[in-house]
């Protein structure tokens, strides 16, 4: 799929993640075991593999290997890809806390807004826990529109029923940048 390709941004690039970034994903999720309590699912060192394996098997999950100047620093993916109704999610996002605030997640989002608004989809969506301050924030920052609230949507790995904030960002919403 052409959605699933490699994109660029000077030293930092999205990678479609495989089994090659296994160790360079684990230590950068290693540097955050506290993260994982409001994750969906937790790349933590006693379920890493676990959760790698299961988010390579998944087909639905078109998902990147984040790296700076070629080292893995974290991941995100492209979720629910909907092509007829022009329609995707943008998650599954972890940075590794010593590069949090230098302006890369703003980058990583941009690249993957841009290149799905120029693949044709109309309508992306961000999911965040009601409890992910950080990230609710990160993504009005990018101009997507908080929504509204999915009540109980999920049971996390740690069986919280997690309270999803939906943001949506339409393409003639969006400032390139």
Known sequence: MALHGRLADGALDLIPLTDAHREGLRAACGEDDAIWEIYPTSFAPDRFDETFDALLANVGR???????????????????????????????????????????????KRLMIDHAFAEGFRRIEFKVDQRNARSQAAVAKLGAVREGMLRQERITWTGHLRDTVIFGLLRDEWQPG
């Open 62 to 108: 078109l998902a990147f290997a984040i790296r700076l100047e070629s080292e893995v620093i974290g991941m995100t993916a492209y979720l629910n890809v909907d092509a007829p109704r022009g329609v995707l999610e943008i998650g599954n996002s972890y940075i590794a806390p010593r590069v949090r605030g230098t302006g890369i997640n703003g980058r990583v």
